[in-house]
Antibody, heavy 119, light 110 residues
Framework: EVVLVESGGGLVQPGGSLRLSCQAS????????MSWVRQAPGKGLEWVSS????????YDTDSVKGRFTISRDNSKNTLDLQMNSLRAEDTALYYC????????????WGQGTLVIVSS | EIVLTQSPGTLSLSPGERATLSCRAS???????LCWYQQRPGQAPRLLTY???TRAAGVPDRFSGSGSGTDFTLTISRLEPEDFAVYYC???????????FGQGTRVEVK
C-alpha cells in the first residue's frame, strides 16, 4: 500500500523559511517522480515542484522559482521542499504526490501539511 | 501557457442523476495528458481518470472521461452520495514541463 506522510508545516513570518518533508512507503521510491502540490484555503490545486526519480531533474512553477528547492533522498525514501523568502500567498496545505510511471498525473497523495505565512 | 477552464462552477443535482462536467483548454492538448481528480471535503485529491478516458485503479465504472483537442468531459452516470465533491481536471505540458489544474467544479446536493 502506497503511503505518503508529510511533515514540517507551521506558522512562519513573511520572509522566513520552512522545510517540508514527505516520508514515502509501499512502492519502489526511486522509480517514480515526485511532486509537491498546494492548495490555498478554500481554493483550488496548484502544482509547485517536481523531481525525477533519480533526483537529477527538477521543475518548478514560476511563482516559486529561486525561492523553493525540491530534493529527495532515495536511501531514506524521503522527499523535501525547502521554502525560503516565504510570502503570504504561499499559505496553503502542501501535498506530497507520487507521479505515475507516465509522469503526467499524480496517482497517490498524502494528507498534506499546512503552511501559514503571517506576521 | 495552457489554461484549463472548468464549467459549471457548481452543479446542483440529486442522487441518481447524471453529472456532466466540462474542462476546456486554451489550446489543443494531447488527450493522453488530461486527467481528472475527485476531492471530498477534508480529504486529499484522488485520481479518477488519466489519458482522458482510462479509469484509475479502483474507480467505479459510473465515472467516465472523454474528449479530445480542447474539450474534455467527465461524466458520472448515476450520482451516489459519496460522489458529491469537487472535481478537477489537470493537464501535463512537456515544453516547458508543467502540470496545470482547472479551477474545479463542485457537485452539490440539490
Amino acid at each position: 500500500e502506497v503511503v505518503l506522510v508529510e511533515s514540517g508545516g507551521g506558522l512562519v513570518q513573511p520572509g522566513g523559511s520552512l522545510r517540508l518533508s514527505c516520508q514515502a512507503s509501499g512502492f519502489t521510491f526511486d522509480s517514480y517522480a515526485m511532486s509537491w502540490v498546494r492548495q490555498a484555503p478554500g481554493k483550488g490545486l496548484e502544482w509547485v515542484s517536481s523531481i525525477s526519480g533519480s533526483g537529477d531533474n527538477t521543475y518548478d512553477t514560476d511563482s516559486v522559482k529561486g525561492r523553493f528547492t525540491i530534493s529527495r533522498d532515495n536511501s531514506k525514501n524521503t522527499l523535501d521542499l525547502q521554502m525560503n523568502s516565504l510570502r503570504a500567498e504561499d499559505t496553503a496545505l502542501y501535498y506530497c504526490a507520487k507521479q505515475s510511471l507516465r509522469r503526467t498525473e499524480f496517482d497517490f497523495w498524502g494528507q498534506g501539511t499546512l503552511v501559514i505565512v503571517s506576521s | 501557457e495552457i489554461v484549463l477552464t472548468q464549467s459549471p462552477g457548481t452543479l446542483s443535482l440529486s442522487p441518481g442523476e447524471r453529472a456532466t462536467l466540462s474542462c476546456r483548454a486554451s489550446q489543443s492538448i494531447s488527450s493522453g495528458y488530461l486527467c481528472w481528480y475527485q476531492q471530498r471535503p477534508g480529504q486529499a485529491p484522488r485520481l479518477l481518470t488519466y489519458g482522458a478516458s482510462t479509469r484509475a485503479a479502483g474507480v467505479p465504472d459510473r465515472f467516465s472521461g472523454s474528449g479530445s483537442g480542447t474539450d474534455f468531459t467527465l461524466t458520472i452516470s448515476r450520482l451516489e452520495p459519496e460522489d458529491f465533491a469537487v472535481y478537477y481536471c489537470q493537464q501535463y505540458g512537456n515544453s516547458p514541463r508543467v502540470w496545470t489544474f482547472g479551477q474545479g467544479t463542485r457537485v452539490e446536493v440539490k
